[in-house]
């Protein structure tokens, strides 16, 4: 059964930064794609950023990129997301994801199978 579990969500001010880990159990780890994907109140979830099975290829959404870093421990079954220069636009439950195998680039919400429990972000102005 496959477990993710986020943590490092909090409250900070505008221009700050906030580190999230995802701790992934129950799959060969190394063998997918993984993802953020966030979702504020009263929105769709959005994609945020992937990084492939070895770390050579990431992905950003347009509003996060130059900001956002993701990044993956194989060794440790473990996917982050360095934020910085954090925005209020940012503030919502961060989610990290596994990519169904076979997709290249998957960019869209319906291309992940499993889902973590999220972590909340609060971006104060």
């Known amino acids: 059964q496959v477990q993710l579990v986020e943590s490092g969500g909090g409250l900070v001010q505008a221009g700050g930064s906030l580190s999230l880990s995802c701790a992934a159990s129950?799959?060969?780890?190394?063998?997918?794609?993984m993802g953020w994907f966030r979702q504020a109140p009263g929105k769709d979830r959005e994609f945020v950023a992937a990084?492939?099975?070895?770390?050579?290829?990431?992905y950003y959404a347009d509003s996060v990129k130059g900001r956002f870093t993701i990044s993956r421990d194989n060794a440790r079954n473990t996917v982050s997301l360095q934020m910085n220069s954090l925005k209020p636009d940012d503030t919502a439950v961060y989610y990290c994801?596994?990519?169904?195998?076979?997709?290249?680039?998957?960019?869209?919400?319906?291309?992940?199978?499993?889902w973590g429990q999220g972590t909340q972000v609060t971006v104060s102005s």
């Open positions: 994801a596994v990519a169904r195998l076979g997709i290249p680039r998957p960019l869209a919400r319906d291309e992940y199978d499993s």
């Open positions: 129950g799959l060969p780890f190394s063998r997918f794609t």
């Open positions: 990084i492939t099975r070895s770390g050579g290829s990431t």
